[in-house]
């Protein structure tokens, strides 16, 4: 190995990275190459002059963070959200299906086109975003006398 | 259970809490708290700040439980949390900074005002003052790996957990990082005599 080899995985090597091969060859390198040593050794004295002491503690942080806590949802919660949904989207369906089915009972002779789809989304968290078909809207616009 | 009872495992304590005994959270916080400010302070230079952040971030984890995978390592969850808060910190910091030139105000925020903030007595030596300013000099990559790695003594992997970086990433940004720090700690603290500055003569 040489110095161009070792220069750049000295630090991996402090931190106790490397492969443990490599390493072995980066420790026989680093006792008979000065220069190298010379790095290796500003390295330890950088790692000794890095340790500072962790702030002050406080004994009051957690009651504090226990204080500031807002209850979980329940698990029951999360299922009656999730049985909310499901409801909204099944009567919005609904609602687009008996839409189309009475206009389709009260002009026969003017047949409308059959409104195909109306799609709902609904956003996980938030309700509301909800597109219709183009076909639903324009049932609405024939409708108008 | 008991404050702490260290034959309890995060996951088991975990499960407690999401079971309805939201009490035994305070395990947890009194686990990580002091390794979570010690992060928090590293990164932002701001003891004070690095405590209301750290407070923050423990109640966003409580919030997140339920979405918790139980994978045994609720260390990196957390402080994945506690990275994410801070960066988002430091960037408002670095915004507040760009707009307030902009309008030719002087500000004196934390990461970019020329004195220290208010230190614990214990944090007083101009060792630590030298380190924190030169921390907070790094690239914020640089310094988020390093801090981990130094402070925390993570290993690259459970690095790569935190950030989502790569092992050769994370290897590159610390030696990055402890090649500036080099040059700025070690020559700055011997008064320009350092061990460093002496060698490359």
Redesign the interface.
């Known amino acids: 190995m040489n110095c161009q080899n070792v220069i750049?995985v000295?630090?991996?090597y402090q931190?106790g990275?490397l492969d443990p091969a490599l390493a072995k060859e980066v420790g026989l390198h680093l006792r008979d190459c000065a220069a190298c040593r010379?790095e290796w050794?500003?390295?330890q004295?950088?790692?000794r002059?890095?340790?500072?002491?962790?702030?002050?503690?406080?004994p009051f942080?957690?009651t504090?963070?226990?204080a500031?806590?807002?209850?979980?949802?329940?698990g029951r919660h999360?299922l009656l959200q999730a049985a909310s949904y499901a409801l909204i989207f099944l009567m919005i369906f609904l609602a687009g299906f008996l839409l189309q089915t009475s206009t389709n009972g009260l002009a026969k002779a003017e047949r409308l086109p059959a409104a195909t789809y109306s799609a709902v989304l609904l956003e996980p968290q938030g309700l509301g975003l909800m597109a219709v078909h183009e076909d639903t809207l324009s049932l609405f616009e024939r409708e108008r006398p | 259970m008991e404050m702490d009872d260290p034959k309890l495992s995060d996951d088991e304590v975990v499960t407690a809490v999401l079971n309805g005994r939201s009490q035994d959270y305070e395990i947890l916080v009194r686990r990580y708290s002091g390794k979570l400010i010690h992060f928090v302070t590293r990164m932002t230079a701001d003891p004070d700040e690095a405590r209301s952040i750290a407070q923050e971030a423990f109640l966003k984890i409580f919030q997140n439980l339920p979405y918790y995978r139980r994978e045994n390592n609720f260390s990196a969850f957390i402080f994945k949390v506690a990275k994410n808060m801070t960066l988002n910190w430091l960037n408002r910091q670095k915004r507040t900074v760009f707009f307030s030139r902009l309008l030719g105000r002087e500000l004196n925020q934390a990461p970019f005002r020329q004195d220290l903030p208010r230190l614990s007595p214990q944090d007083r030596s101009e060792r630590e003052k030298l380190v924190t300013s030169s921390l907070r000099r790094l690239p914020e990559e640089q310094r988020l790996a390093l801090v981990l790695k130094v402070y925390l003594e993570f290993s690259y992997k459970q690095i790569g957990e935190v950030t989502g970086w790569s092992v050769p990433k994370i290897e590159t940004l610390i030696s990055r990082a402890k090649g500036r720090l080099k040059k700025t700690i070690l020559l700055q603290e011997s008064g320009g005599e350092s061990v460093y500055h002496a060698r490359k003569k």
């Open positions: 750049p000295l630090s991996a931190d990275e010379g050794e500003d390295l004295e950088l790692g002059r890095l340790r500072l002491p962790p702030p002050a503690s406080d942080f957690p504090r963070v226990m500031g806590l807002r209850p979980l949802p329940a999360r």
